[in-house]
T-cell receptor
């Protein structure tokens, strides 16, 4: 089954304790992306990656890191989490390349992070 | 700057009536437009996308969207609403000419009343 898998689904942690949210896709997609969803703000893009070893900042990259060492994985790293990073996070993937610029993204089921 | 606006936080419609969820966009280049739906505790699911040259695009579950270039709008429509259509709907845009970032609206909560 084609899917984007995020782990963990829920996490409660404390300020300053490094954490990683994993994301994996099995569709051989080149494009992967992280979003955060906050009430009244919709989804905002944190980082995206066009392919292995290529990452770019989205609208709200501060406080986050990503890496793309393999095509299927795109982890989101919070080196020193703060309460304002409490949010619902989504990973997504899609095809890219010539003529596929309007390919839809496939989303994971989300990770709810609470930073105390 | 690229942006998407969904002017209505909440839309209520009676079952069987037509529904419209509004979206306007701003991009400097050619727009790639999408509609997604989100059910509770789930990720976003793709509904439909704009196809260049088609002013009316058909998608999943009987939804369609009307593209209007002069009004920079991409409104989601359905001729006859179902209670199961109740969910959160997001419009998204990517500027096809200038980059690979996606911009989402703030979402519209649709409630279909039995």
């Amino acid at each position: 089954e084609a899917q984007v898998t995020q782990n963990p689904r829920y996490l409660i942690t404390v300020t300053g304790k490094k954490l990683t949210v994993t994301c994996s896709q099995n569709m051989n997609h080149e494009y992967m992306s992280w979003y955060r969803q906050d009430p009244g703000l919709g989804l905002r893009q944190i980082y995206y990656s066009m392919n292995v070893e290529v990452t770019d900042k989205g609208d709200v990259p501060e406080g986050y890191k990503v890496s793309r060492k393999e095509k299927r994985n795109f982890p989101l790293i919070l080196e020193s989490p703060s309460p304002n990073q409490t949010s619902l996070y989504f990973c997504a993937s899609s095809k890219t390349g010539t003529g596929v610029g309007n390919q839809p993204q496939h989303f994971g089921d989300g990770t709810r992070l609470s930073i105390l | 700057a690229q942006s998407v606006a969904q002017p209505e936080d909440q839309v209520n419609v009676a079952e069987g009536n037509p529904l419209t969820v509004k979206c306007t966009y701003s991009v400097s280049g050619n727009p790639y437009l999408f509609w997604y739906v989100q059910y509770p505790n789930r990720g976003l699911q793709f509904l439909l996308k704009y196809i260049t040259g088609d002013n009316l695009v058909k998608g999943s579950y009987g939804f369609e969207a009307e593209f209007n270039k002069s009004q920079t709008s991409f409104h989601l429509k359905k001729p006859s609403a179902l209670v199961s259509d109740s969910a959160l709907y997001f419009c998204a845009v990517r500027d096809g000419d200038t980059g690979n970032q996606f911009y989402f609206g703030t979402g519209t909560s649709l409630t279909v009343i039995p």
